[in-house]
């Protein structure tokens, strides 16, 4: 490993398309202001929106996790990611006509001590919504059934850049 960078991973074909498709239709409504932490909303940091996963998508979702841990583990495996628990699956919704975004923080969480996060990338078809890593510099647009992989420590920043057309969906967990 020579960066930092080396950390973040991005894995296509994690998730069957037709299941992100699925989980779209599925989880159409019922949406609420996602929060920045601890329950409080701030729209001007993260306009974007939550929902539970619908349980019938969870099998999908865990066995997906495994997966891409197993991948993660075999480029990392000195984290020994195969050993933890997740924190559970939120579908996430970046709408265009809010110019869906989340600037930079990092995913320290002090009730669950998190070790990686986990976003499962559900469509392609919007503008926008990048992932931006350490202020722009590290850039990722994934594809329709990726996962993002990266450690949930303060040295990585990172962001969802502001989605410019259609709405972006997203299923995230994190490692602990």
């Known amino acids: 490993m020579n960066s930092l960078t080396d950390f973040i991973k991005c894995y296509e074909n994690i998730l069957e398309t037709d299941v992100c498709s699925q989980i779209i239709k599925t989880n159409i409504d019922d949406f609420e202001k996602a929060y920045v932490h601890k329950g409080q909303i701030d729209f001007?940091?993260?306009?974007?929106?939550?929902?539970?996963?619908?349980?019938?998508?969870?099998?999908?979702i865990f066995n997906s996790v495994g997966k891409v841990l197993q991948k993660y583990n075999n480029e990392i495996p000195y984290l020994d990611t195969l050993k933890n628990n997740d924190t559970g699956y939120t579908h996430l919704l970046y709408k265009e006509q809010d110019k869906g975004e989340y600037k930079e923080h990092v995913d320290e969480a002090h009730f669950h001590q998190r070790t990686i996060s986990c976003s499962f990338i559900l469509n392609d078809n919007y503008e926008g919504g990048l992932f931006s890593f350490f202020q722009g510099s590290h850039q990722i647009k994934p594809i329709k059934g990726s996962a993002i992989l990266f450690p949930s420590n303060f040295c990585f920043p990172h962001a969802v850049t502001p989605v410019t057309e259609g709405n972006r969906h997203a299923i995230i967990t994190w490692i602990y």
């Open 44 to 60: 001007n940091t993260r306009r974007c929106y939550q929902k539970p996963l619908d349980l019938k998508f969870e099998k999908d």
